[in-house]
């Protein structure tokens, strides 16, 4: 299945959820694309302790697109 995750809020949890969610269907064997939109390509400022998004993006093995 081809899925796209369109990421747009500076929400930590929100950007963590959708990540971890992307993970899954990749790890699935889905075909996964990220695009982070708007205040979501500052995912990095807003990486927190119960929220890492960076070590979720890291881990995405997808197409991933700022």
Known sequence: MKLMFIISTDDAE???DA???ANVAVKKGDEVTVFMLGKGVLY??????PFNVVAQVNQFS???YV
């Open 44 to 49: 990095e400022q807003h990486n927190t302790d």
């Open 62 to 64: 997808g197409d991933f």
């Open 14 to 16: 929100t950007m963590y």
């Open 19 to 21: 990540m971890r969610l």
